[in-house]
C-alpha cells in the first residue's frame, strides 16, 4: 500500500496553500506546447490589428451592437447565429475530451496558455529553476530577495497590462483604444475601471491564484469527470511496468525480487503544475499538461528504458484491453458537431445585405373608408447589413388602380442603421370586390440586391359589391 | 484501479461506493466565506438600515429621470420656443432639407398640397400652433393618411421641420384648394 495522496497537492494539511515551484521540462510535448502557446497568443494580440476588409479581423462593438468576425458584418438580430456556434465549440469540446481527456487545459485554455507560456517564463527568468524559487521562497525577507520579488510583480502586471487592453481592443478597436488612452481615464471612467479590473484579476490570478482555478473553481474540470469513460484517452502511469518501484540497483543480486522500470525518482511530481503524483492513476486536479509524460521519457532515456510509462493510455488499456476510439459516445458528439457546425455554415451563407419587414403602424387602424375609396397605411422597416452605407429604392405596385404614396422612395442608410418608411395606399371601393396584394419591392443599390414581398389590402367585407 | 487515498479518515458515509469525506478545505476559499458574511452585515447596514446610498431600483429611477430632463432640455416644446426656432436660418435650412425628404411627397415641394393640404394658406384642418403642429408631425393623424413622423425623425427633425413649416406660413404658394378652417 502506498502513501496516501494529500488531499489536494496545493494545499497543506492545515489548509493553507502550498505554493508549487514545477521543475522545467525539456521534450517533444512542451516544445509542441510551447508552438502551439505562441500561436494562440499571436491570434489573440493580433486579432485587432488586422483588417479583414477594412476591418479588424475581430472586433466585438457590444456598445453599438456591431460585430465584425472575420470580414463579416453582424447586429445583434443576428445573434442568434451564436447559439449554432457556442453549440459547435461545445460538443466539440465534448467530443475531444471523450476521445483524448483533457487536452483543452493542458494545450489551448487561456489559464493554461497564459501562465505556462508567459508569466511562468518570466518568473523562471527572474527567479531560476526550481531549487533556487524554493530556496527563494523560504528565505527571509533581504534586500536581494526584495528586488527581486519587485521586478517579478513589475514584469507580472505589466503583461497584465498589455493583455488587458488588447481584450479592450477587441471590444473598440486599437485606433478607437488609443483615443481613450490620449483622452485620458477621465473621459472613458467605464472603459477605464473594465480594463483596470480585467487587469487586476490577471495580476492576481498569474501571480497567486494560478492552479487554484483549474483544480477548485473550473466548472469545466468539474464536467470532465463525466465526460470522460474507460477508453478516453488520457496521461497515465503504467503501474503494470513500472510497479514495484524502487532505486534503480546497477549489478542486482541474483536473489532480489523483480523490479518494475519505475525508480521512484519523483521528476512526475516535481514537474506537475498542480502538485500531483500521477503514479496514483488518473485525478481529477490532472490538466493533460503531458510535462510528466516528458519528464518520465527523459529519464527513461537516461537509464536505458523504453519510453511511454508515463504515456497515453485509457483505463481500459491500463486493465490489459485494446485501445478503443470510436465508441457510441465519441460517434454521437462527433456527429452533434457536425450537425452544428453545417447549420452555422448554412446561416452564415444565407445572411441577406439587408432586412426589410412590412408593418401595419401602431395606433393607425388597418384600413380607413374615406367616402368611397379603401386606404391603408403600412410601415417599412429597412435595415441595413452591409458593412457600408447602401442607398435602397422603394415601390409599392397594385394590380388595381391604386394612389400609392410612399413616405420617402429613396433612402440613405449608414452601415447597421435601420430607417422606417410610411406608405399608404388607396384604392376605390369598386376595385375591391377580389382582394387585393400589393407588392412591395426594395432594391439595394449597393449589392444589387432586390427584395419583393406580399401585402395584402385590407377592406371591410362586402365593400365594392 | 487505485483511487487516490486522501490523508483524512473523516468518512460522513458512503453510498454507491462513493465516499463522502469531511477534508480541510483551501484556506483562501474559507475566507472568501467569512469575507461575504462579513460584507453582507456591511451591505444592510448601508443600504437597508441607513439607506445612505441608493437601491437599484432608485437609482435606476433617478437615471430615467435625468435623461427625460436631459431630452426636454435638449428639444424644448413650447410654442415659443418652436417660434423662435423658426427665426434660426441653420434650424429653418435642415427642416427644409427634411421637408424635401419627407413630407413633399404628400404635400409638395413648395408645401403647396398633393395628397395632403396646402401648407402655405390661411386654411387649416387642424390647429397651427406651433405646438400642435409639431405633434401633428410627431404622432401623425393615421386615420387622415398622416403618418406618424416621430419614430422616423426622431424629436430633433421633428423641431426642425415645424420650424421649417412655421416659416413659409402664410406666404399663398398656389396649389391645392383650400382645406379647413381660416386661421387669421
Given at each position: 500500500?502506498?502513501?496516501?495522496?494529500?488531499?489536494?497537492?496545493?494545499?497543506?494539511?492545515?489548509?493553507?496553500?502550498?505554493?508549487?515551484?514545477?521543475?522545467?521540462?525539456?521534450?517533444?510535448w512542451?516544445?509542441?506546447?510551447?508552438?502551439?502557446?505562441?500561436?494562440?497568443?499571436?491570434?489573440?494580440?493580433?486579432?485587432?490589428?488586422?483588417?479583414?476588409?477594412?476591418?479588424?479581423?475581430?472586433?466585438?462593438?457590444?456598445?453599438?451592437?456591431?460585430?465584425?468576425?472575420?470580414?463579416?458584418?453582424?447586429n445583434?438580430?443576428?445573434?442568434?447565429?451564436?447559439l449554432?456556434?457556442?453549440?459547435?465549440?461545445?460538443?466539440?469540446?465534448?467530443?475531444?475530451?471523450?476521445?483524448?481527456?483533457?487536452?483543452?487545459?493542458?494545450?489551448?485554455?487561456?489559464?493554461?496558455?497564459?501562465?505556462?507560456?508567459?508569466?511562468?517564463?518570466?518568473?523562471?527568468?527572474?527567479?531560476?529553476?526550481?531549487?533556487?524559487?524554493?530556496?527563494?521562497?523560504?528565505?527571509?525577507?533581504?534586500?536581494?530577495?526584495?528586488?527581486?520579488?519587485?521586478?517579478?510583480?513589475?514584469?507580472?502586471?505589466?503583461?497584465?497590462?498589455?493583455?488587458?487592453?488588447?481584450?479592450?481592443?477587441?471590444?473598440?478597436?486599437?485606433?478607437?483604444?488609443?483615443?481613450?488612452?490620449?483622452?485620458?481615464?477621465?473621459?472613458?471612467?467605464?472603459?477605464?475601471?473594465?480594463?483596470?479590473?480585467?487587469?487586476?484579476?490577471?495580476?492576481?490570478?498569474?501571480?497567486?491564484?494560478?492552479?487554484?482555478?483549474?483544480?477548485?473553481?473550473?466548472?469545466?474540470?468539474?464536467?470532465?469527470?463525466?465526460?470522460?469513460?474507460?477508453?478516453?484517452?488520457?496521461?497515465?502511469?503504467?503501474?503494470?511496468?513500472g510497479?514495484?518501484?524502487?532505486?534503480l540497483?546497477?549489478?542486482?543480486?541474483?536473489?532480489?525480487?523483480?523490479?518494475?522500470?519505475?525508480?521512484?525518482?519523483?521528476?512526475?511530481v516535481?514537474?506537475?503544475?498542480?502538485?500531483?503524483?500521477?503514479?496514483?492513476?488518473?485525478?481529477?486536479?490532472?490538466?493533460?499538461?503531458?510535462?510528466?509524460?516528458?519528464?518520465?521519457?527523459?529519464?527513461m532515456?537516461?537509464?536505458?528504458?523504453?519510453r511511454?510509462?508515463?504515456?497515453?493510455?485509457?483505463?481500459?488499456?491500463?486493465?490489459?484491453?485494446?485501445?478503443?476510439?470510436?465508441?457510441?459516445?465519441?460517434?454521437?458528439?462527433?456527429?452533434?458537431?457536425?450537425?452544428?457546425?453545417?447549420?452555422?455554415?448554412?446561416?452564415?451563407?444565407?445572411?441577406?445585405?439587408?432586412?426589410?419587414?412590412?408593418?401595419?403602424?401602431?395606433?393607425?387602424?388597418?384600413?380607413?373608408?374615406?367616402?368611397?375609396?379603401?386606404?391603408?397605411?403600412?410601415?417599412?422597416?429597412?435595415?441595413?447589413?452591409?458593412?457600408?452605407?447602401?442607398?435602397?429604392?422603394?415601390?409599392?405596385?397594385?394590380?388595381?388602380?391604386?394612389?400609392?404614396?410612399?413616405?420617402t422612395?429613396?433612402?440613405?442608410?449608414?452601415?447597421?442603421?435601420?430607417?422606417?418608411?410610411?406608405?399608404?395606399?388607396?384604392?376605390?371601393?369598386?376595385?375591391?370586390?377580389?382582394?387585393?396584394?400589393?407588392?412591395?419591392?426594395?432594391?439595394?443599390?449597393?449589392?444589387?440586391?432586390?427584395?419583393?414581398?406580399?401585402?395584402?389590402?385590407?377592406?371591410?367585407?362586402?365593400?365594392g359589391? | 484501479?487505485?483511487?487516490?487515498?486522501?490523508?483524512?479518515?473523516k468518512?460522513?458515509?458512503?453510498?454507491?461506493?462513493?465516499?463522502?469525506?469531511?477534508?480541510?478545505?483551501?484556506?483562501?476559499?474559507?475566507?472568501?466565506?467569512?469575507?461575504?458574511?462579513?460584507?453582507?452585515?456591511?451591505?444592510?447596514?448601508?443600504?437597508?438600515?441607513t439607506?445612505?446610498?441608493?437601491?437599484?431600483?432608485?437609482?435606476?429611477a433617478?437615471?430615467?429621470?435625468?435623461?427625460?430632463?436631459?431630452?426636454?432640455?435638449?428639444?424644448p416644446?413650447?410654442?415659443?420656443?418652436?417660434?423662435?426656432?423658426?427665426?434660426?436660418?441653420?434650424?429653418?435650412?435642415?427642416?427644409?432639407?427634411?421637408?424635401?425628404?419627407?413630407?413633399?411627397?404628400?404635400?409638395?415641394?413648395?408645401?403647396?398640397?398633393?395628397?395632403?393640404?396646402?401648407?402655405?394658406?390661411?386654411?387649416?384642418?387642424?390647429?397651427?400652433?406651433?405646438?400642435?403642429?409639431?405633434?401633428?408631425?410627431?404622432?401623425?393623424?393615421?386615420?387622415?393618411?398622416?403618418?406618424?413622423?416621430?419614430?422616423?425623425?426622431?424629436?430633433?427633425?421633428?423641431?426642425?421641420?415645424?420650424?421649417?413649416?412655421?416659416?413659409?406660413?402664410?406666404?399663398?404658394?398656389?396649389?391645392?384648394?383650400?382645406?379647413?378652417?381660416?386661421?387669421?
Amino acid at each position: 500500500m502506498q502513501a496516501p495522496a494529500p488531499i489536494l497537492g496545493s494545499m497543506k494539511p492545515d489548509g493553507s496553500r502550498l505554493m508549487l515551484h514545477p521543475a522545467d521540462v525539456k521534450g517533444r510535448w512542451m516544445r509542441a506546447r510551447r508552438i502551439v502557446f505562441g500561436a494562440l497568443i499571436a491570434f489573440y494580440v493580433l486579432a485587432p490589428f488586422i483588417p479583414v476588409g477594412g476591418r479588424p479581423m475581430i472586433q466585438l462593438d457590444v456598445q453599438h451592437r456591431r460585430f465584425y468576425l472575420f470580414g463579416g458584418t453582424f447586429n445583434a438580430q443576428d445573434f442568434w447565429m451564436v447559439l449554432l456556434f457556442a453549440l459547435s465549440l461545445a460538443f466539440g469540446l465534448l467530443l475531444v475530451t471523450a476521445w483524448r481527456g483533457r487536452v483543452w487545459c493542458g494545450w489551448a485554455c487561456p489559464q493554461t496558455v497564459f501562465l505556462e507560456g508567459v508569466y511562468r517564463p518570466i518568473e523562471r527568468f527572474i527567479d531560476g529553476p526550481r531549487e533556487k524559487r524554493l530556496k527563494l521562497a523560504q528565505e527571509p525577507l533581504s534586500a536581494g530577495k526584495l528586488a527581486r520579488r519587485v521586478v517579478k510583480y513589475a514584469a507580472f502586471f505589466l503583461v497584465s497590462v498589455l493583455i488587458a487592453h488588447t481584450a479592450t481592443a477587441l471590444f473598440v478597436s486599437p485606433k478607437e483604444l488609443w483615443l481613450m488612452i490620449e483622452e485620458g481615464p477621465r473621459a472613458h471612467l467605464e472603459a477605464f475601471l473594465l480594463t483596470t479590473g480585467f487587469t487586476a484579476i490577471l495580476t492576481f490570478n498569474f501571480t497567486w491564484f494560478r492552479e487554484q482555478f483549474c483544480v477548485v473553481l473550473c466548472p469545466y474540470g468539474r464536467l470532465q469527470s463525466v465526460l470522460h469513460d474507460k477508453d478516453s484517452i488520457t496521461v497515465a502511469y503504467r503501474e503494470a511496468r513500472g510497479e514495484p518501484r524502487g532505486k534503480l540497483v546497477k549489478n542486482p543480486a541474483p536473489d532480489t525480487p523483480k523490479q518494475g522500470d519505475c525508480i521512484d525518482c519523483k521528476r512526475c511530481v516535481v514537474v506537475c503544475p498542480t502538485g500531483i503524483d500521477i503514479r496514483n492513476g488518473l485525478q481529477m486536479e490532472c490538466l493533460a499538461c503531458d510535462q510528466c509524460v516528458d519528464a518520465c521519457d527523459e529519464v527513461m532515456d537516461r537509464i536505458g528504458k523504453p519510453r511511454g510509462l508515463i504515456g497515453f493510455a485509457s483505463q481500459n488499456e491500463l486493465a490489459g484491453q485494446g485501445r478503443k476510439v470510436l465508441r457510441p459516445r465519441v460517434m454521437v458528439y462527433a456527429a452533434l458537431m457536425v450537425l452544428s457546425m453545417v447549420a452555422l455554415t448554412v446561416s452564415l451563407a444565407v445572411r441577406t445585405p439587408f432586412e426589410a419587414n412590412v408593418f401595419r403602424p401602431r395606433g393607425a387602424n388597418p384600413f380607413i373608408v374615406d367616402g368611397a375609396t379603401v386606404r391603408n397605411p403600412f410601415e417599412v422597416h429597412l435595415f441595413n447589413k452591409n458593412p457600408e452605407a447602401a442607398r435602397f429604392h422603394l415601390s409599392v405596385t397594385a394590380p388595381v388602380p391604386a394612389q400609392v404614396v410612399v413616405g420617402t422612395p429613396e433612402v440613405e442608410l449608414q452601415s447597421l442603421t435601420d430607417a422606417r418608411v410610411p406608405v399608404s395606399v388607396s384604392i376605390d371601393a369598386q376595385h375591391l370586390g377580389k382582394p387585393v396584394d400589393l407588392v412591395l419591392e426594395v432594391r439595394d443599390d449597393t449589392s444589387g440586391e432586390v427584395r419583393q414581398k406580399t401585402i395584402r389590402f385590407l377592406a371591410p367585407l362586402g365593400l365594392g359589391r | 484501479m487505485n483511487a487516490p487515498q486522501s490523508s483524512n479518515d473523516k468518512v460522513v458515509h458512503v453510498y454507491d461506493d462513493i465516499r463522502e469525506e469531511d477534508n480541510q478545505l483551501p484556506n483562501w476559499w474559507l475566507f472568501i466565506l467569512f469575507a461575504t458574511i462579513v460584507f453582507s452585515f456591511g451591505y444592510w447596514f448601508v443600504f437597508h438600515t441607513t439607506k445612505k446610498l441608493p437601491n437599484p431600483p432608485e437609482v435606476y429611477a433617478a437615471d430615467v429621470d435625468a435623461l427625460k430632463k436631459a431630452r426636454a432640455a435638449a428639444n424644448p416644446m413650447s410654442d415659443e420656443a418652436l417660434a423662435d426656432l423658426a427665426k434660426d436660418p441653420a434650424a429653418v435650412t435642415a427642416g427644409k432639407e427634411v421637408f424635401a425628404s419627407t413630407c413633399a411627397s404628400c404635400h409638395g415641394q413648395q408645401a403647396q398640397g398633393l395628397v395632403g393640404p396646402n401648407l402655405t394658406d390661411k386654411f387649416w384642418i387642424h390647429s397651427n400652433k406651433p405646438v400642435e403642429l409639431a405633434k401633428a408631425v410627431d404622432l401623425g393623424f393615421p386615420d387622415k393618411g398622416m403618418p406618424p413622423w416621430g419614430p422616423v425623425l426622431g424629436p430633433d427633425k421633428v423641431r426642425k421641420v415645424t420650424a421649417y413649416v412655421l416659416s413659409i406660413q402664410n406666404t399663398n404658394v398656389a396649389g391645392k384648394e383650400p382645406q379647413g378652417e381660416p386661421v387669421e
